[in-house]
């Protein structure tokens, strides 16, 4: 016997026999699962972008100094290294910031050197110093040296020095004798709750200098 031309399956069966209602379940189907798809897929968050709009003006040394630091004479090495912008909270002054992962916004290496910095976002000033004895030095300790600086601008800092408990030793050899070298982490942190500018913004950090107790004083 020939096969029929159209063979009526149960499927075509059940078609017929729901009607409309065929159509209205599939619907519902096809919308279920276009909810499912939905929930499952990763939706994008929106982000709060925060910019560098604001600024820094770095001192002016009237020395040409060493190029790998902000104001080292050359063949010496007592003065200062660099000056930080470090993120309030997220570093260690006992170690070299230098060297440490996410812990600055921005960084003053050269004379005069103006810098872009994240506004409404807390920092730090650190002033990074090296101090070699014999230099005019009368023992390695930080209670014979002293950082001075001042800030104008946005917000201010009187011109004064950071107090013995601000300043952070990370690397010495020698320390308490008249031979060998230290460095120090210098710290401007606005009694513990550090600073922060708006957009567009400045400062200028000014007058800084570094004082020590020289020899047969």
Same mark, same amino acid.
């Given at each position: 016997?020939?096969?029929?031309?159209?063979?009526?399956?149960?499927?075509?069966?059940?078609?017929?026999?729901?009607?409309?209602?065929?159509?209205?379940?599939?619907?519902?189907?096809?919308?279920?699962?276009?909810?499912?798809?939905?929930?499952?897929?990763?939706?994008?968050?929106?982000?709060?972008?925060?910019?560098?709009?604001?600024?820094?003006?770095?001192?002016?040394?009237?020395?040409?100094?060493?190029?790998?630091?902000?104001?080292?004479?050359?063949?010496?090495?007592?003065?200062?290294?660099?000056?930080?912008?470090?993120?309030?909270?997220?570093?260690?002054?006992?170690? =070299?910031?230098? $060297? !440490?992962?996410? /812990? #600055?916004?921005?960084?003053?290496?050269?004379?005069?050197?103006? %810098?872009?910095? &994240?506004?409404?976002?807390?920092?730090?000033?650190?002033?990074?110093?090296?101090?070699?004895?014999?230099?005019?030095?009368?023992?390695?300790?930080?209670?014979?040296?002293?950082?001075?600086?001042?800030?104008?601008?946005?917000?201010?800092?009187?011109?004064?020095?950071?107090?013995?408990?601000?300043?952070?030793?990370?690397?010495?050899?020698?320390?308490?004798?008249?031979?060998?070298?230290?460095?120090?982490?210098?710290?401007? =942190?606005?009694? $513990? !709750?550090?600073? /922060? #500018?708006?957009?567009?913004?400045?400062?200028?950090?000014?007058? %800084?200098?570094? &004082?020590?107790?020289?020899?047969?004083?």
């Amino acid at each position: 016997m020939a096969e029929p031309a159209f063979r009526v399956t149960k499927f075509t069966m059940l078609k017929r026999r729901l009607g409309k209602w065929y159509k209205l379940l599939i619907s519902l189907v096809i919308a279920a699962m276009a909810v499912v798809a939905v929930v499952l897929l990763p939706t994008a968050t929106p982000e709060t972008v925060q910019t560098k709009e604001a600024r820094i003006r770095g001192p002016v040394f009237e020395f040409v100094s060493r190029r790998d630091m902000l104001a080292v004479p050359p063949l010496q090495y007592t003065g200062f290294e660099n000056i930080y912008i470090a993120r309030y909270g997220k570093y260690d002054p006992l170690q =070299d910031l230098s $060297d !440490q992962q996410g /812990a #600055l916004d921005a960084v003053i290496t050269e004379s005069g050197q103006t %810098i872009s910095v &994240t506004h409404d976002n807390y920092f730090d000033i650190v002033v990074a110093v090296r101090i070699k004895a014999p230099d005019n030095i009368a023992y390695l300790r930080k209670d014979n040296i002293d950082v001075w600086l001042a800030v104008s601008g946005a917000f201010a800092i009187p011109y004064s020095f950071a107090p013995d408990d601000l300043e952070y030793l990370f690397e010495n050899e020698g320390y308490g004798t008249n031979s060998g070298f230290m460095r120090l982490n210098v710290v401007w =942190d606005n009694n $513990d !709750q550090g600073y /922060a #500018l708006r957009k567009g913004e400045e400062i200028t950090i000014e007058d %800084i200098k570094m &004082t020590v107790t020289q020899i047969g004083v």
